[in-house]
Structure formats: C-alpha cells, structure tokens
C-alpha cells in the first residue's frame, strides 16, 4: 500500500512522526512503520489519522498493483 502521510503531515503544520502518534495515540515506531509502508493498519487507524490531518483515507493510502494479489 502507498502512502502520503508524511506529505500530509508535512502540510499539517509539519508535524513530527511524535506529534502524529502522540494525536492518534499510537508510537512514533508505528507512524514510522505506516509511512514505510511496512504496517498493515486497521481501519480506525485510518479513519483517525485522516481526520487529524484533514483529508481522507483515500488520499492517505493508495493501493498497489501488487497489493491485488
């Protein structure tokens, strides 16, 4: 899965990973795995750091071709 919230977060007021996790309640080690695309997240995760950063899920993550299989 692709990933633009480091971008977002960036934009939103260039939050550090801790300040995001510290807002969604998650470690920073999480926010770092996310953003690596290494963390299968669930999707209250999502929801969450959609709304912190104001935009949607979708333009948070984007599937891969490789993520249908």
Known sequence: M??????????HGDLS???????????RQT???IE???YNLSVKLAL???QTLKT??????QL???DYV
């Open 2 to 11: 692709k990933t633009s919230l480091r971008k977002f977060r960036f934009e």
């Open 36 to 38: 690596r695309g290494d």
């Open 64 to 66: 891969e071709e490789k």
């Open 48 to 50: 969450l750091l959609a």
């Open 17 to 27: 990973q801790q300040q995001l996790a510290d807002m969604v309640k998650v470690s």
């Open 31 to 33: 926010i770092v795995a």
């Open 56 to 61: 949607t899920v979708d333009e948070l993550f």
